[in-house]
C-alpha cells in the first residue's frame, strides 16, 4: 500500500498541474498571439501551479520530501514562483505596454487586475522579507504571521485572477487547480495555527 | 423597469472596477431612459479606453475581411439630438492583427440618425477580456475613448453609444 500511495500522490499532483496548462497549449487563441504574450501566459499557469506546491512542501505533505527537506525545496520554488511573475508580468508588459501600466497603477478597466497585481506585491515582499529575515533579526514568529498573511493575499489574489481572466486556460481545469491551490493553503494555515497554539499551551500537538 | 442583466465577471467586477460603472452609466443614459433627453449627460471615458490607439486611422468599408459587426450611436449631450457625419474609429484584436496593429484600426462616419455600423474582424479574447475600443477624437467635441466588453467572446456584434459634449 504504501508503495503505490506516493507515486499516486505526485501523479495526482503532477496532473492537476499539468492537465490546465495541456488544455491551454491546446487553446485557439494562441494562433493570434506573438510568442512573447504565450510565454507570459504560461509563465502565470506556472506561477499558479507554484501556489499549490509551496504549502506542500512547506508542510511536509509531498511523499520523499518530509517538512524539513520540503523547506529547503520551499525556498527555490519560492524563487521560482517570484521569477515565473516577473516573466508574466514583463511579458505582458512588453505585449501591450498600455494595458500593463493600467494594471500595475491599478487604474485598469479589467476586474482581474488589481488581484494579480496584489499577489504579485505580496511575492515580492515575502521574497524580500526570507532574504533579510535574517540580516533584519526577525523572531520567528513575526516571520510566520508576515509570511502566513502575505500569503492568504497571495493565495486569494492568484486564484480570483486567473478564475477572471478569459483567456487561453479552459475552465473546468482552471476552477479545479485554484480550488485545490485555496483549499490545500487552508488545509496547511490551519494545520500550523493548531500545531502553534497546542505546543505554546504545552499541549501534544497530535490531534484529540 | 431597467433591467440591466449583469453577468457574473461585472457582478464581481461592480466592487471595485470603474468599468462597471462606465458600462452601466452609459447603457443607462444612453439607451435606457430617453425620457430625460433633456439633460442627457456627456459619455465619460472607460479606463483603458485609449490603449493602443492610432490616431486618424482611415475611413474604410471594413477592417480586414470583416464577419462581425461593430456599431453604435453618437448624440449630443443635453438635448440627444443625433449627430451626423462624425468620425468614429474603431479597434481591436482580432485574427488579422494585434491592436496596435495599423490593419486592426478603422474609422466610419455617423448616418443622419447618428448611427455608425463598420463591420470587422472577429473580436478575440485579449488581456483577459473580449474587447474592442472605439474613439470619437475630432476636435468639435470634448474626446471621448470607450472600451465595450463582449458578454461572450462568440458574439458576432458589439455595440457602444457616444454622447458627446462641445469640446
Redesign the interface.
Known amino acids: 500500500m504504501r508503495s503505490a500511495k506516493a507515486p499516486l500522490i505526485w501523479a495526482a499532483l503532477a496532473a492537476v498541474i499539468c492537465v490546465p496548462i495541456a488544455f491551454a497549449a491546446a487553446s485557439p487563441?494562441l494562433?493570434?498571439r506573438?510568442p512573447l504574450y504565450m510565454l507570459a501566459g504560461f509563465a502565470g499557469m506556472i506561477a499558479l501551479g507554484l501556489t499549490l506546491v509551496q504549502p506542500l512542501l512547506i508542510a511536509g505533505y509531498l511523499p520523499g520530501l518530509p517538512a524539513f527537506r520540503g523547506r529547503r525545496v520551499h525556498h527555490w520554488t519560492g524563487g521560482a514562483l517570484l521569477l515565473a511573475v516577473v516573466v508574466h508580468v514583463g511579458g505582458?508588459w512588453i505585449?501591450?505596454p498600455?494595458?500593463m501600466i493600467?494594471a500595475l497603477t491599478y487604474?485598469?478597466?479589467?476586474?482581474?487586475?488589481?488581484f494579480g497585481v496584489t499577489a504579485m506585491w505580496a511575492i515580492f515582499a515575502v521574497a524580500l522579507l526570507a532574504a533579510l529575515r535574517r540580516r533584519l533579526g526577525m523572531r520567528p514568529r513575526t516571520w510566520r504571521i508576515a509570511h502566513m498573511s502575505l500569503a492568504v493575499l497571495i493565495v486569494a489574489g492568484v486564484t480570483v485572477h486567473a478564475m477572471?481572466?478569459?483567456?487561453t486556460m479552459e475552465t473546468i481545469s482552471k476552477a479545479a487547480l485554484c480550488a485545490l491551490v485555496i483549499g490545500v493553503a487552508i488545509k496547511v494555515m490551519a494545520d500550523v495555527l493548531w500545531r502553534k497554539r497546542a505546543t505554546s499551551r504545552g499541549d501534544s500537538p497530535a490531534r484529540q | 423597469m431597467n433591467t440591466v442583466a449583469l453577468s457574473r465577471?461585472s457582478l464581481?467586477?461592480a466592487?471595485?472596477?470603474?468599468?462597471?460603472a462606465?458600462v452601466l452609466a452609459t447603457g443607462v443614459s444612453g439607451l435606457l431612459l430617453p425620457a430625460r433627453a433633456q439633460g442627457l449627460a456627456p459619455t465619460e471615458s472607460?479606463?483603458?479606453?485609449?490603449?493602443?490607439y492610432r490616431k486618424g486611422a482611415p475611413i474604410v468599408e471594413r477592417i480586414g475581411k470583416g464577419g462581425f459587426w461593430m456599431s453604435g450611436t453618437v448624440r449630443r449631450a443635453g438635448d440627444g439630438a443625433p449627430l451626423a457625419g462624425q468620425r468614429i474609429q474603431i479597434w481591436a484584436?482580432?485574427?488579422e492583427g494585434?491592436?496596435?496593429e495599423p490593419q486592426s484600426h478603422g474609422a466610419t462616419l455617423t448616418d443622419k440618425d447618428g448611427k455608425f455600423r463598420l463591420e470587422m474582424p472577429q473580436i478575440?479574447?485579449?488581456?483577459?477580456?473580449?474587447h474592442g475600443h472605439l474613439a470619437y477624437d475630432s476636435g468639435e467635441f470634448k474626446t471621448v475613448f470607450l472600451?465595450p466588453i463582449m458578454r461572450s467572446?462568440k458574439e458576432k456584434s458589439l455595440e457602444a453609444h457616444f454622447v458627446l459634449q462641445p469640446a
Open positions: 487563441l494562433e493570434w506573438g505582458l505585449t501591450s498600455p494595458d493600467d487604474t485598469s478597466p479589467t476586474p482581474f487586475s488589481p477572471l481572466v478569459e483567456g | 465577471r464581481i467586477a466592487g471595485g472596477s470603474v468599468l462597471a462606465g472607460m479606463s483603458g479606453g485609449s490603449n493602443n484584436h482580432t485574427p494585434q491592436e496596435h478575440i479574447p485579449i488581456f483577459g477580456q473580449p472600451r467572446a
